[in-house]
């Protein structure tokens, strides 16, 4: 029997926001790869950190790579899979990003590494979300209350 891959999904990882319209953009996403300026693959989009600045005249963001962690200003909440994107490329598709908070969302969904397979510092990224009021939602531990 082979094993099931689930698919992530938006919820997964957004928790709550505001408003879809104040806290989301739809975005082209760019391939900016610092390494060593290869194409990329990235299935199953939801999760990824992207990095730059949204603007009126500029729809586009770039996917963020580990040692650009700090840089981080928001995570794809929804799109199609990224294939093959070359150095340089912009997709043609748009993707849902959470650009701004108020927001929650679960950092262990998050993607585990970068375009490239280098592991994120999860606790940079977070620095760098949480200053654009894009916060982790801390479940609670439950505990097993004694009989009585």
Same mark, same amino acid.
């Given at each position: 029997?082979? !094993? ?23 975005? @082209? ?11 990329? $693959? ?6 990824? #950190?992207? @990095?730059? $600045? ?11 790579? !580990?040692? %650009? ?25 748009? =993707? ?10 679960? =950092? ?7 375009? !490239? ?8 990224? @977070? ?8 916060? %982790?939602?801390?479940? #609670?531990?439950?505990?097993?209350? #004694?009989?009585?």
């Amino acid at each position: 029997m082979s !094993a099931k891959t689930f698919i992530k999904r938006m919820s997964d990882v957004l928790k709550w926001e505001a408003h879809p319209g104040f806290c989301r953009r739809s975005v @082209k996403i760019k391939n900016t790869d610092p390494n060593n300026g290869s194409a990329r $693959t990235i299935r199953n989009v939801v999760g990824t #950190p992207v @990095k730059g $600045t949204y603007s009126g005249a500029t729809k586009v963001l770039e996917l963020a790579y !580990a040692a %650009e962690a700090a840089n981080v200003t928001g995570i794809i909440v929804g799109g199609p899979d990224i294939v093959d994107l070359a150095d340089d490329a912009t997709t043609t598709q748009l =993707y849902d990003v959470l650009y701004i908070g108020p927001a929650l969302i679960d =950092y262990n969904q998050l993607k585990a590494s970068d375009p !490239a397979a280098a592991a994120w510092t999860l606790a940079t990224i @977070k620095t760098a979300l949480e200053a654009r009021s894009i916060h %982790e939602l801390e479940e #609670p531990t439950l505990t097993e209350s #004694p009989d009585v």
